[in-house]
């Protein structure tokens, strides 16, 4: 059973930025890929960024292209999220997803652990 505990959330300025950090109780030995989602309120959750183990791969949605970079830490089993020019719309609980087996790190159904979410709010 892998835990996630993320952190780093808060409340900033359109145009601010923000780091979070997911920290894992397994890491690579024991995930083919980890990523962040996010649900804002009355929407769906969506996957905003994910990273391949194996392979390096990130891969990032369209409305945060250019602007978020996923990383991680091998030492310190530490999945980041750094936010730049953000926007309202990036308001959200932003949650760390790992899947142990491989396959996509895309969708909900991808995931096998989460993490308990962490709140970010981008004021106008």
């Known amino acids: 059973q892998v835990q996630l505990v993320e952190s780093g959330g808060g409340s900033v300025q359109a145009g601010g930025s923000l780091r979070l950090s997911c920290a894992a109780s397994?890491?690579?030995?024991?995930?083919?890929?980890m990523g962040w989602f996010r649900q804002a309120p009355g929407k769906e959750r969506e996957r905003v960024a994910s990273?391949?183990?194996?392979?390096?791969?990130?891969l990032y949605a369209s409305s945060v292209k250019g602007r978020f970079t996923i990383s991680q830490d091998n030492a310190k089993k530490t999945l980041y999220l750094q936010m730049n020019s953000l926007k309202p719309e990036d308001t959200a609980t932003y949650y760390c997803a790992a899947r142990s087996t491989a396959g996509e790190c895309r969708a909900d159904t991808d995931i096998d652990y989460w993490g308990k979410g962490t709140p970010v709010t981008i004021s106008s």
């Open positions: 397994e890491y690579t030995d024991s995930n083919h890929c």
């Open positions: 990273i391949y183990f194996g392979s390096g791969r990130t």
